[in-house]
């Protein structure tokens, strides 16, 4: 769930969207939901044999175990990185923005991804700029709310770039209701 929809549910927002639903405000937010830049984000799970050196144990919710786990990881890889153990990334090239109109570039389609985006008006100015990245996590960098004890690895693709730009406002305080959105 987008953030705006959690903040105007929450009661933080404009009066005038919250009032609609019944949502006594909290915060005078007015400008929640009206810049929203949706960047698409992926992470793929592995398991991995338990035997498999990970960052598991000291990203996860077992306390319990993270002094022998840190002591174990400590003599076996280097501890002072993020868990991302490599990555790759995606550049718009200079072909892309001689060869396809202005009107392709604003809808240029990333075949891995299925989104839409502006090189053009994103990436002209910046050839080093990625649009997307791809990285191999030593470990599961999200919530592990609800997950047994494993060892985890992961692979991440993002978007640099928004995907879409517009604006987003709850519809209900129902939190299956889809919400109202503008290009």
């Known amino acids: 769930m987008d953030s705006s929809l959690i903040f105007e549910r929450s009661g933080i927002g404009a009066v005038s969207i919250l009032g609609n639903f019944g949502i006594k405000q909290i915060v005078d937010l007015p400008g929640v939901g009206k810049e929203y830049d949706d960047r698409a984000f992926l992470i793929t799970l592995y398991i991995v044999d338990t035997n498999t050196v990970t960052t598991e144990a000291i990203s996860s919710k077992h306390p319990e175990l993270w002094g022998r786990k840190f002591k174990q990881l400590s003599r076996q890889c280097d501890m002072d990185g993020s868990g991302l153990t490599g990555g790759s990334k995606k550049l718009p090239s200079y072909i892309h923005h001689q060869i396809l109109t202005a009107s392709q570039r604003r809808g240029w389609v990333i ?10 008006r994103n990436s002209a100015n910046k050839p080093d700029k990625p649009s997307f ?4 996590f030593g470990g599961f960098p999200g919530t592990h709310s609800g997950l047994p004890l494993l060892q985890l690895t992961a692979i991440g693709c993002f978007l640099v770039y ?5 604006r987003i ?6 939190i299956n209701t889809h919400p ?4």
């Open 162 to 166: 928004p995907a879409s730009h517009r």
């Open 169 to 174: 406002h709850i519809t209900s305080d129902d």
């Open 133 to 136: 990245g791809l990285g191999t």
């Open 180 to 183: 109202a959105g503008e290009e």
């Open 111 to 120: 075949k891995c991804v299925l989104v839409k985006m502006d090189i053009g």
